[in-house]
């Protein structure tokens, strides 16, 4: 990075990249947006960045290129179609994709940006919507170090951790990792919270009592999934918001299609990916994650 703000592009501007996006332009970054939803883009707009009617007049001035895109096609499209990122990125550029997506293809990405003289690194995040919106979120970044060095100053305006997972696709490695493991432990928080009140207990005091025992866990305490347990989290809010149901079964997926090409036995990640699959079919998509617990009390 420049000893000047650099001028930055962002494409994605949904429920995660439009707060993050915001939050360089409250940083006062020169910012243009692109969406393809323009209620979105008018969003930024108002917030001071200038919209852009496409990918190519998005990037056509920026020095750093951030992308928040919903899935793998989605990222493959944006990056190497023609009229795409890297065919209309101007030269010198930094290309951070924040998306989650498979982490083969995060490497082709790569590949395809450093052979036209780019250097790029895939920084997923950990977090969610409040995290976004709070500036609080992790990247967990794959690529070349010194070019995360570059980028730090940037997306530390956009979170609180940034930490690097080794070289390209290892940020996207590192983020399904987690994932899967955040989706078992919501299903978990949700079986031991069902079994409780099924038998009598308060599912406060049953949080409490977890809370202080060898079952605690990030789901439990800080995004309690049963109503009427925690204020301000999506379950309060008849699961609106949030991380959707439709993002988890995406990244339990990819969880799985990283176990197969490695030879890696995850059967209760597998078990996961199935439960929020049935639970999606039943028309909950985009409620928050946290909605399994649904499923799991109709189920009982």
Same mark, same amino acid.
């Given at each position: 990075?420049?000893?000047? %703000?650099?001028? #930055?592009?962002?494409?994605?501007?949904?429920?995660?990249?439009?707060?993050?996006?915001?939050?360089? &332009?409250? &940083?006062?970054?020169?910012?243009?947006?692109?969406?393809?939803?323009?209620? &979105?883009?008018?969003?930024?707009?108002?917030?001071?960045?200038?919209?852009?009617?496409? *990918?190519?007049?998005?990037?056509? +001035?920026?020095?750093? #290129?951030?992308?928040?895109?919903?899935?793998?096609? $989605?990222?493959?499209?944006?990056?190497?179609?023609?009229?795409?990122?890297?065919?209309?990125?101007?030269?010198?550029?930094?290309? *951070?994709?924040?998306?989650? *997506?498979?982490?083969?293809?995060?490497?082709?990405?790569?590949?395809?940006?450093?052979?036209?003289?780019?250097?790029?690194?895939?920084?997923?995040? =950990?977090?969610?919507?409040?995290?976004?919106?709070?500036? =609080?979120?992790?990247?967990?970044?794959?690529?070349?170090?010194?070019?995360?060095?570059?980028?730090?100053?940037?997306?530390?305006?956009?979170?609180?951790?940034?930490?690097?997972?080794?070289? @390209?696709?290892?940020?996207?490695?590192?983020?399904?990792?987690?994932?899967?493991?955040?989706?078992?432990?919501?299903?978990?928080?949700?079986?031991?919270?069902?079994?409780?009140?099924?038998?009598?207990?308060?599912?406060?005091?049953? @949080?409490?009592? !977890?809370?202080?025992? @060898?079952?605690?866990?990030?789901?439990?305490? !800080?995004?309690?999934?049963?109503?009427?347990?925690?204020?301000?989290?999506?379950? =309060?809010?008849?699961?609106?918001?949030?991380?959707?149901?439709?993002?988890?079964?995406?990244?339990?997926?990819?969880?799985?299609?990283?176990?197969?090409?490695? $030879?890696? =036995?995850?059967?209760?990640?597998?078990?996961?990916? +199935?439960?929020? %699959?049935?639970? *999606?079919?039943?028309?909950?998509?985009?409620?928050?994650?946290?909605? !399994?617990? %649904?499923?799991?009390? +109709?189920?009982?």
């Amino acid at each position: 990075m420049t000893a000047t %703000q650099p001028n #930055v592009a962002f494409i994605g501007l949904g429920n995660m990249g439009g707060p993050m996006a915001l939050n360089l &332009a409250k &940083a006062g970054y020169p910012l243009t947006v692109f969406d393809v939803a323009p209620e &979105a883009v008018k969003t930024l707009a108002d917030a001071g960045a200038a919209p852009a009617v496409g *990918i190519a007049e998005a990037v056509a +001035k920026a020095d750093v #290129v951030i992308t928040m895109l919903p899935a793998t096609e $989605h990222a493959e499209t944006v990056y190497l179609r023609p009229g795409g990122v890297i065919a209309s990125a101007k030269k010198g550029a930094l290309l *951070i994709d924040s998306s989650t *997506i498979n982490a083969d293809a995060a490497r082709r990405i790569a590949k395809a940006a450093k052979d036209k003289g780019f250097e790029m690194l895939d920084a997923p995040v =950990s977090g969610g919507v409040a995290g976004a919106q709070g500036a =609080s979120l992790t990247f967990i970044v794959g690529g070349d170090k010194k070019t995360l060095e570059k980028a730090a100053p940037l997306l530390e305006k956009m979170g609180k951790n940034v930490m690097h997972a080794g070289d @390209s696709g290892a940020g996207q490695v590192a983020k399904i990792c987690n994932n899967m493991l955040l989706g078992i432990l919501m299903i978990g928080t949700s079986e031991a919270l069902n079994l409780g009140v099924a038998n009598g207990l308060d599912p406060k005091v049953l @949080s409490s009592i !977890i809370a202080k025992s @060898s079952g605690r866990n990030w789901a439990l305490e !800080i995004y309690n999934p049963m109503p009427g347990v925690m204020d301000n989290v999506p379950s =309060s809010r008849g699961y609106a918001g949030g991380f959707g149901s439709q993002l988890m079964a995406k990244d339990l997926g990819l969880a799985q299609e990283a176990a197969q090409a490695a $030879h890696a =036995s995850t059967p209760l990640g597998e078990a996961a990916w +199935k439960l929020y %699959q049935k639970h *999606i079919g039943q028309g909950n998509a985009k409620l928050d994650f946290s909605s !399994i617990f %649904q499923l799991i009390a +109709k189920d009982a």
